[in-house]
């Protein structure tokens, strides 16, 4: 598949053989089960995006990945999608993700799940697994993802590409579909970091209708990649000890290659990972119930048979709201409950502040963190025997989430069936430029 870099520089022509060249791969690749739906290949003109389908495209239908707004068709673009437009980019196929991206699988969508392309007996990551599926199948140039605790970092570090979570307010979330407002930012999944860097710049800017959105200009990194450029980067051993020994050999190598390349590697820790996932899983869900709130069958697609408004709204959201949907939304009603709120809710903010501060601590001194994406490669269906045990593979990616930084995952070493292993460096707010250019030396000290 061509990189988006050399797809911007073609003529329209050109593009509409590319945009029929990705129906064919779709439809010879059916049983990846990236895209959903039929594919909008209307006369949009530009660069071919897929898009995850929690992003609003006049016209199209927007699902959530859930039955409960199944028919429903989007009356205006998000942001994202008319800065697209302005950049020679349009809107191309619906990814499919974990339903209302609650998930870290790609397994709770409605429309069956998402198979890993390096290896179809494995999951592709969540909930942004679709958008990673067809990028690093070969199905997509690019794709934009959400990330609200990794979701387009994993997907991405499972599959074998790149994937860039964005500063928190950098990239409009007007049009997004909410799952937690707190920690939601839409990123690029691309194949290489020129093309994520190039995606974000076409993104980021500040939104007049995105109150979260930072009055800051577009970002302007791909003119200012540098692969020369040397960081102080922080290195947690500590939080190695939930890794398996191919992730830790994985992360101790790539340790050694940045050393090599003059980057000056200092050893830092942090808070235990369990209270990022406490802390987390506590405010997403608060976040959620509230949001998912809206969905009741009055309003939005689908709606259940019913006698009563009382009926009308437990019938629809019964029937049509997933298991884990369900799951996380009673967590959250319940931390926000009377009795409870100051016992949880208000503990996991107050955690959050702290972790923001060990974040800031560590940016005094250094300019980058590393760290794994996930602590294992990527697992097969139906490994995960728990939902915690689902959870716990959010562990390395959460963090940047609660305190809304930029990370950026790629593809740094496999496992000894082939299976891709990612790493991720992660910035101080607003420091993409920093983390695009280590990753830039890296991909081209590793070859990728």
Known sequence: MLTLKTALNMHEDELKEVKQDILKRVKDHIELNAYIGEIN?????????????????????????????????SPYNASVINKLHQNKMCGFGRANMDEFAMGSTTESSCYGRTKNPRDTSRVPGGSSGGSAAAVAGGLAIASLGSDTGGSIRQPAGFCGCVGLKPSYGRVSRYGL?????????????????EDASILLDAISGYD???????????????????????????????????????????????????????HTIVEKSMIDTTYHISAYYIICTAEASSNLARFDGVRYGTRAKAENLKD???????????????RRILLGSFVLSSGYYDAFYLKAQKLRSLICAQY???????????????????????SSQTPLEMYLSDIYTIGVNLAGLPAICLPVDKDEEGLPIGMQVIGGRFQEQTILNTAYGLEKELGN
């Open 360 to 382: 800031e601590t560590i940016f005094n001194e250094c300019d980058a963190i590393l760290l794994p994406v996930a602590p294992s490669v990527a697992p097969k269906f139906g």
């Open 41 to 73: 290949a209307s006369d949009a003109k530009g660069v071919p995006i897929l898009i995850k389908d929690n992003i609003n495209v006049k016209g199209w239908e927007i699902t959530c990945a859930s039955k409960i707004l199944k028919g429903y068709v």
């Open 208 to 262: 007049p209708l995105d109150s979260t959105s930072v009055n800051m200009p577009s970002c302007n990194t791909f003119k200012n990649l540098d692969s020369n450029a040397r960081y102080r980067i922080a290195v947690l051993e500590d939080f190695l000890k939930d890794a398996t020994p191919q992730v830790q050999d994985a992360y101790y190598k790539t340790i050694k290659i940045l050393e090599e390349m003059g």
């Open 312 to 326: 009308l709204y437990l019938n629809t959201r019964s029937q049509y709201f997933g298991e884990e949907v369900k």
């Open 177 to 193: 579909v909410a799952y937690s407002s707190s920690l939601d930012q839409i990123g690029p999944i691309t194949q290489n970091v």
